[in-house]
């Protein structure tokens, strides 16, 4: 009768254990996130959307692959954007990409499953956040809006390495405006006093108002331009370089960031936070 | 009798008019490979490959991606970042990008065939060059060598972000490497005597002395360290900032041209050069 709970027990503590361990194996994702951790991370996917821009701005424009007339693929009715995001994500799903909930997929219809064994990834937001994704606004911005500034008009052929680097530029602009979920759960643990009327109200303008730090704002579009000076610049041995020639315009950077990641960013915590007592 | 020869004519002429326009579209390819333009394109891949090598140097070493028996993907046997590499690299080649000489699959086997439209890439090489990939040995220094002095220890469950990262690197470097036979045959156009009587005689040594120019490997490795140290540092507004941070170790680029970049460049440089007169 006394050794039945003792296994129990030591099952337990072994459980827990079991789950320290892999917790503390993961530091790059970040066992908990917090105002601090979640402002550098926010610093650090700058970098990966400027490298971005610059690795997109090395091709000219290769308007065939965003013509779903040119690609006539087998089994497939779209561009050749279309084709290559699109199953590039069922292969980056099966390997456990979207099981991590600082992803979200471009085509998530049919997505297929994970193939890989579970990771325990740390669940910090409230499970509304899942049916957040607005993916299909950004895809529009990205090839309306953005990539007419970005890209120079031509055509070299390399239509799979442009839809590459397409998908590589969508994931980090994506990654970063659905990290507004998080964003926003941080800020509403900081203060549950300050949104919870709000929310109960569905007071988007207020909710808006609340979020908006103008000279935050201001001070992040300038930071984007800076780094994109600096990671753009042609670098030499030469210590009289041309400083003038750069791999792409830096203010392309500063107007993604205020005209689309900003104001998207903010939808996403809207979003989120009307769903956040749910 | 007279109208059908005329018919062919303008046929001919159409079709040379056509290909002349489109040549003329493609400013990123070149139409022409120069010793400047070529020199200038090894520049440039440098800067991606130092973007690739910051971005994989984001996640810990996730070893799990390289370890044959953690994925278990149905139909598949194989690590994870084989199973994204080889089916990221079946999609593009379905968009076409394998049919650009510059580029070479890691997995080439059963790779299936483009199914977009033709490009006139200018066919600037010896029809031996498309029997030269070396691959394999990329790979094998990939993870044995690099990654290793590239990715801190740890687990953060990204595997699919990991390998994804992997292969934009993988394809940098290979394409890089690769480059070598346009390298070695804008060599041999402008100096054909210095070249043919080594390639007949087979002599692989008496062709890497004449490839080796000490100083100019010297330059490129510092110019790459350099240009490490620019891309990795930490930017921010604040001008007393801390130049001491950094995204990674700028010496691992420079190990990376000086140990395996350069010298596999020139071993396919020797490869093409011995095919070159068959």
Known sequence: MHRFPLVILLLIICAVKCRMAKAEQSPGSGNVYTLASVREDLIRQEDTIIYGLIERAK???NSHT???KYAQI???CGSLVEFVVKNT???QAKAGRYKNPEENPFFPENLPPSSVPSYPFPQFLHPGAASININKSIWKMYLHELLPLLATSGDDGNYAQTAASDLSLLQAVSKRIHYGKFVAEVKFRDAPEDYEPLIRAKDREGLMKLLTFTSVEEAVRMRVEKKATVFGQEVSLDS???NEKRKFDPSV???LYKNWVIPLTKEV?????????G
């Open 74 to 76: 087998p089994g497939f």
């Open 240 to 242: 009289n370089e041309d």
């Open 66 to 68: 965003y013509d779903a």
């Open 269 to 277: 915590q809207v979003e989120y936070l009307l769903r956040r007592l």
């Open 253 to 255: 950077a500063s107007r």
């Open 89 to 91: 994500e069922d292969i």
């Open 59 to 61: 091709f000219p424009s």
